[in-house]
């Protein structure tokens, strides 16, 4: 290959890793009506907002797509919980975490709230909330997390736990 052609081919990888457009890929992202909201990361990390009200969905000829997250320092999971398991009831110092419930019903307390969420809600949890999830149903239930703020396992605080952890 060669210089000009592996500049070039950078340039294009670089563009389309940097939010460009590669129509190639048929990412059909370059809607200027389709913002997402502009934030500063640390509104997150000081539990001043609730990225549950920036998600952001947009419309395409195929169908639609969910945008969690942009451009922030995050950590994702998904979360399997057992049929008749639950989680400790514990709380984070460093950081909050946003829930998606993906395909069964999950038993959520946050706070002095508790509800069984339905597949496709979203629940903010704020750095420093009692929270714990489980699940009642048969099935194996998944939940999608995006960890906001320092994430270590080791910040967990662990107020009751069902395996003596």
């Given at each position: 290959m060669t210089d000009q052609h592996h500049d070039g081919a950078l340039a294009q990888l670089l563009e389309t890793a940097d939010g460009g457009h590669d129509d190639a890929l048929d990412h059909d992202h370059d809607h200027p009506s389709e913002v997402p909201p502009r934030h500063r990361a640390v509104e997150y990390d000081l539990g001043l907002r609730n990225p549950t009200a920036d998600i952001f969905v947009?419309?395409?000829?195929?169908?639609?797509?969910?945008?969690?997250?942009?451009?922030?320092?995050v950590t994702v999971k998904i979360i399997t919980v057992q049929p008749g398991h639950r989680l400790s009831l514990q709380k984070h110092d460093h950081r909050g975490e946003m829930w998606q419930v993906l395909d069964v019903p999950i038993d959520i307390t946050v706070d002095d709230r508790v509800w069984q969420a339905q597949p496709g809600e979203t629940i903010w949890v704020p750095r420093g909330s009692t929270h714990?999830?489980?699940?009642?149903?048969e099935q194996p239930g998944r939940l999608l997390e995006v960890a906001f703020g320092f994430f270590d396992e080791t910040d967990i605080e662990r107020l009751s736990d069902d395996?003596?952890?």
């Open positions: 947009a419309e395409r000829p195929w169908g639609e797509f969910q945008q969690f997250v942009s451009n922030e320092q714990r999830m489980g699940n009642s149903g395996y003596a952890r």
